[in-house]
Every structure is written in structure tokens, then in C-alpha cells.
């Protein structure tokens, strides 16, 4: 779909504050990115739909409106903003007076989404140099936002200096506009602002995308349900139960992103108490653009947390302490129950209990679904990352992938009474049978570095 060809609805809140866009359901999550008048809400799922943006001071949001959606749809803001009462009060074509400023927002909200949500084993520093050259390119558009300029200079020195060693023309497009918002940014008289206008005098045009090369099985397998739910009991043995660790509840890069990434062993008699042993998968390798790994690396230093929880009891009947192995790429640990824990536990085992596992970094707990819910996002990410991917490798396995995750998305979905968020993961399920996804998005270059061929 064309910028010329999508429509924004304007819909009034009632008492003053607007709704611009319709904010649908957004089933593998959303992003929100505080501007200085206006919050915008992207959703990775509607790509082809301009961000939903909520105003609550439409008078002191005109410029910023005008700028993200057209001055058109800034007067229909203004009137639904005399409304009372909630209602939608119109639809206009999507004509924004800055396509550059609307754009960098749309994509910074994907490239943050990504950085939060994907399961795939993306080169985080590719990713965030492209996150803060559009935050570089939106100064004093972005609300609360730190400077990060030495940073990006500092990530522009990595690139440069490494550039040379692959063939890929992506990066030389991003890294072109990284020392662009470089040199306008830095004092004229700077060191890192000199060196990034001595580069750009001869920097070559950057080309946009490459030419794919295809995601590896392992990554393909955890889209597809079964394939993922089996991928534990091969690999774990003798563990008895499994459980999947939700990513996004640790910090990145800590866990695998698969299902079953979680094994567990419950002895109810050691020497007349209970013994939990628990194991979970390290993270998948990166493959860093330069080889140098970014960030700090896992060590035995490492710490998890883990619960052993029986029935809808919220609280845990034991817990313990996970340590990182570098030798085996992952996680394990064990604990033995008093004889209160143990009578505990085999009070709710004779009582029919379930028992289930969270592990966790510390005693901070986030807000979490209820599993059901948590697996439908798990399954709606991996179906929209494999959709993405889609738009620039058409390749049969990634598509059934896609169509697996998306499918158990939905179900899930309306396992948890989200019939909403299974419909709009229906809808990209239609999408895909249609061929529509083939111009869906146009991929990040981390996404791109992840398709492109090895060496």
C-alpha cells in the first residue's frame, strides 16, 4: 500500500483528547514513542497503517500533527477536540508535510520493537546504530530522549573500521546516514564531527537491500510448533518436566527464544526431602558483523533465579539459584527442600496440584500473562519476525514457519478469550495466502545481515 493510498481516522475521546489512527489489536506487541505533544503507538503487526498517535492537547499538537499525518487531518483533530463525547468523526488520505520526520518515527518504533520482542539472534549493535542515527535524525522531536551522539560516533568507528571485510552494501547506505547525523551534529570544530565530513566527501551511495541468503533450520524449526515443543527432550534427557522461559522477562540475550528452552527434575525423597534440579538453554550465537562480540558476554559470575510453584498457590513452595556454564552455553542449578517445603509439596501432589516453574534475575517481578496468553505472544512475535523476513526471502520453509506460528498464535489467542488478537493474527494468515507480504516491510539491516550470506 502507497502512503497517497492509506487513510487516518480521526476519532474523538470526549473532553478534549484525539485519537489519530485506529490502534487495532496488536497481538506481537506495540512500541510507544513519547514526542514532545503527541505519543505515537506503532504496531509491527499493521506496517501498511500510519502509527496511532493519542493527543492530549490538540492546540499545542497542530505543528506536530501536520508534520506526522498532513495538515488535513490536524483540522479534523481540532474539531473532534470540541467534542464532548467520544465518537469517530472522520477519515482523511494519510499527507504528511514531513515524509522524512513520519518515516523515521514508523521505523524507530520497529527497530525498538525488535531490539524488545525478536526471537532471532540479530547483531544488536547493527540494530542499535540504526535505532540512534533516527534518533539523531528526530532531535528535538523525541520526548526525554538522552544525547547519544558520542555513542553513534563511536559505533560509526566500529563500522568503518570493519566495513571493508564483507560485502555488504546495506550497512554502507546506514552507516552513510550514521556519520551524516554525525558530522551536522558535532561542533564544527569536533574530532569526531571532522572525521565523519572527511568520510562523507567521497562515501558511495548506499543500496537499500542485498541479495538474501536463507535462514538457517535451526532458526526455521522455532516457528513451527512441533518442531519447537520437540526440540527439548533430545537435547535434555533424563529431565523430567519442561517449561518455556518467556526472553522478554530477562535480559536479552540471557535465554534461548525457543519453546521447551526450560527442563526440570523433581525428586520427592532425598534422604526424606525434596530435590528440584533445573536446566535451562543459554542463548543462540550471534553472528557479530566484524566478529567482535558487543556488550558483556555471560560468565560463571551469572546469576538466574528460580520457583517451584504447586497448584494456584502464588507463592513458591521452593526456590533456588541457576549459575551460567560457558562450557555448555547454559544454565543449571538445584535446591533441596526443608521438611516444611517437602510436607508442602506432597500435601498438594496427594491434593491433585499441579506444579509449574518460573525462573527469573532477581525477586523484581514484571507484570506477566497468564501462560496461555504469554505462549499466543510468544507464537504472534515469531510469526510477524518470519513475516518480515518473508519480504526479502521467499523461501517455502520460512513461509510454512510463518503459517505454523501464526496459526497457533490465533488458537492460542482464543484459548485466552482474545478474540481480537486472533483475528488479527487470521488477518496476517490471509495476508501471506495472498502474496501481499512479498512489498510488507522494508527489513532493518540487522534483518538483512542475518539473511545475507557467509563468507
Not at 159 to 172: Q, R, S, V
Not at 241 to 246: G, K, L, R
Not at 330 to 335: C, D, E, I, K, T
Request: charged letters at 25%; one cysteine or more.
Amino acid at each position: 500500500m502507497s502512503e497517497t493510498d492509506k487513510q487516518i481516522v480521526i476519532e474523538a475521546l470526549g473532553g478534549g483528547p484525539v485519537q489519530v489512527g485506529t490502534g487495532g489489536p496488536a497481538p506481537a506487541g506495540n512500541v510507544t514513542l513519547p514526542l514532545r505533544t503527541v505519543v505515537v503507538v506503532v504496531n509491527p503487526a499493521e506496517p501498511e497503517e500510519a502509527p496511532c498517535c493519542l493527543v492530549a492537547d490538540v492546540d499545542e499538537s497542530q505543528e506536530e500533527l501536520a508534520d506526522l499525518y498532513g495538515g488535513a487531518t490536524a483540522g479534523l483533530a481540532s474539531r473532534a477536540a470540541g467534542w464532548d463525547g467520544p465518537g469517530r468523526v472522520g477519515k482523511l488520505p494519510l499527507a504528511p508535510d514531513d515524509e522524512d520526520m513520519a518515516g523515521a518515527v514508523a521505523r524507530l518504533g520497529v527497530v525498538r520493537w525488535l531490539q524488545e520482542w525478536s526471537p532471532l539472534p540479530l547483531d544488536w549493535r547493527l540494530l542499535r546504530l540504526e535505532e540512534l542515527t533516527l534518533v539523531a535524525s528526530l532531535t528535538g522531536r523525541l520526548a526525554d530522549e538522552p544525547d547519544r551522539l558520542p555513542e553513534l560516533a563511536e559505533l560509526c568507528r566500529y563500522f568503518h573500521a570493519h566495513i571493508d571485510e564483507e560485502e555488504f552494501a546495506p550497512l554502507t547506505g546506514l552507516l552513510g546516514d550514521a556519520l551524516e547525523q554525525v558530522a551536522n551534529r558535532f561542533p564544527l570544530s569536533g574530532e569526531s564531527g571532522d572525521w565523519a565530513r572527511q568520510l562523507l566527501a567521497t562515501w558511495p551511495p548506499g543500496e537499500e537491500a542485498a541479495s538474501p541468503g536463507r535462514l538457517d533450520v535451526e532458526f526455521i524449526d522455532r516457528f513451527t510448533p512441533e518442531l519447537a515443543l520437540a526440540a527439548g527432550p533430545e537435547r535434555w534427557g533424563k529431565l523430567a518436566e519442561s517449561a518455556t522461559v518467556d526472553w522478554e522477562q530477562l535480559p536479552r540475550g540471557w535465554v534461548a527464544t525457543g519453546e521447551n528452552n526450560a527442563r526440570w527434575v523433581l525428586d520427592l525423597d532425598v534422604e526424606g526431602k525434596i530435590h528440584c534440579a533445573v536446566a535451562v538453554d543459554g542463548p543462540q550465537e550471534v553472528r557479530w558483523f566484524g566478529g567482535v562480540s558487543w556488550g558483556r558476554e555471560l560468565s560463571e559470575d551469572d546469576r538466574l533465579g528460580f520457583d517451584l510453584f504447586s497448584g494456584d498457590d502464588p507463592e513458591p513452595v521452593l526456590s533456588g539459584e541457576l549459575g551460567y556454564d560457558p562450557r555448555t552455553c547454559g544454565w543449571a542449578g538445584s535446591v533441596t527442600g526443608t521438611a516444611v517445603q517437602t510436607a508442602r509439596l506432597k500435601q498438594g501432589r496427594e491434593a491433585g496440584a499441579g506444579r509449574s516453574l518460573r525462573v527469573r534475575r532477581d525477586t523484581t517481578l514484571r507484570e506477566t500473562f497468564a501462560p496461555v496468553a504469554a505462549a499466543a505472544r510468544r507464537w504472534s512475535v515469531r510469526g510477524v519476525s518470519a513475516l518480515r523476513l518473508l519480504t526479502a526471502a521467499d523461501d517455502r520453509d520460512l513461509r510454512a514457519g510463518a503459517v505454523a506460528a501464526l496459526t497457533e498464535a490465533a488458537s492460542c489467542w482464543d484459548a485466552a478469550g482474545r478474540k481480537r488478537d486472533a483475528e488479527a493474527c487470521r488477518g496476517l494468515l490471509r495476508k501471506l495466502g495472498s502474496g501481499e507480504w512479498k512489498d510488507w516491510v522494508g527489513l532493518t539491516v540487522a534483518e538483512q545481515w542475518l539473511l545475507h550470506p557467509r563468507s
